[in-house]
């Protein structure tokens, strides 16, 4: 998948000079996925926290285009809902017996193009997609 950002240590997303903590720093807020224009965005917004620095961008939106796969595998019913927009990681979901659930790719190893872009919630939600691209932008 083309994209022009990075994913490292499943939390941060570097793009443009920014190394977003979308862990700690932002608030997943919602999703669209259009059937007929093959787009999924998944938007975010600054959390309010008085740990979160106010050079932090307000918002955050990627954008898939071309979605060929999306899944959303439930949250978990036992954990509380204050946790659905906390992301756990941001990696990769992968159809083999070895993966169980989302994994990290090391630094040095690149993503085999069949593995879905995934985000697993602190809820136990799941969401993985397959695009041709991905792109990130910023509100400052």
């Not at 939390?11 to 007929?36: A, K, R, W």
């Not at 990769?92 to 690149?110: C, F, L, R, S």
């Amino acid at each position: 998948m083309n994209r022009n950002f990075k994913i490292v240590d499943g939390i941060y997303l570097v793009l443009e000079g920014y190394e977003l903590d979308l862990h700690n720093n932002f608030d997943f807020t919602n999703l669209d996925y259009s059937v007929e224009h093959r787009r999924l965005v998944l938007n975010w917004q600054r959390s309010n926290g008085d740990w979160v620095s106010s050079d932090t961008p307000k918002a955050l939106v990627i954008e898939f285009k071309e979605v060929s796969e999306f899944r959303f595998m439930p949250r978990d019913s036992e954990i509380p809902f204050t946790e659905d927009d906390c992301i756990n990681s941001l990696g990769y979901w992968v159809d083999e017996d070895w993966a169980e659930g989302v994994i990290m790719v090391e630094p040095n190893q690149t993503a085999e193009p069949h593995w879905l872009t995934a985000i697993d919630f602190m809820s136990g939600a799941v969401l993985a997609v397959q695009a041709e691209s991905a792109s990130a932008k910023v509100t400052a």
